[in-house]
C-alpha cells in the first residue's frame, strides 16, 4: 500500500548541489520518524540521514554540516538538500522510514552521481 517515489538526483560536479524529493503515498502520514539512505555499487546501504515528524533531524558523519533534511507532514514530502557534493557521494539514494527493513519494501530510488 505505501509507495515511496524518491526523484531529484541527476550528474552534477564536485561542490555542487542537488535537492532531493521523497513523495510518500498509500498512507495517511508520513512515518513518524523518515530517513534518506544511499547505496553505492558493492556497497551495503547506509543511513545518511533522518527526521522526525516534530523536526528533530540527525546526520551522519559524512553529510553533517552541508546536507539538510526536511520534511512536509501537509504534502506528505520529504526533502534532501545536499551541498558541497563530494565523488563519494555517488549512490543511489532512497527514502524510507528510518527503521525499516533492509529486507522489506523500497523504492526505486534516485541517481546521484557526483563526477568532472
Known amino acids: 500500500q505505501v509507495q515511496l517515489e524518491e526523484s531529484g538526483g541527476g550528474l552534477v560536479q564536485p561542490g555542487g548541489s542537488l535537492r532531493l524529493t521523497c513523495a510518500h503515498s498509500g498512507g495517511i502520514f508520513l512515518f513518524a520518524e523518515m530517513g534518506w539512505f544511499r547505496q553505492a555499487p558493492g556497497k551495503q546501504r547506509e543511513l545518511v540521514a533522518s527526521v522526525t515528524r516534530d523536526g528533530n533531524t540527525n546526520y551522519a558523519g559524512f553529510v553533517k554540516g552541508r546536507s539538510t533534511i526536511s520534511r512536509d507532514n501537509a504534502k506528505n514530502t520529504l526533502y534532501l538538500q545536499m551541498n558541497s557534493l563530494k565523488p563519494e557521494d555517488t549512490a543511489v539514494y532512497f527514502c524510507?522510514?528510518?527503521?525499516?527493513?533492509?529486507?522489506?519494501?523500497w523504492g526505486q530510488g534516485t541517481q546521484v552521481t557526483v563526477s568532472s
Open positions: 524510507n522510514e528510518r527503521w525499516a527493513s533492509p529486507l522489506g519494501y
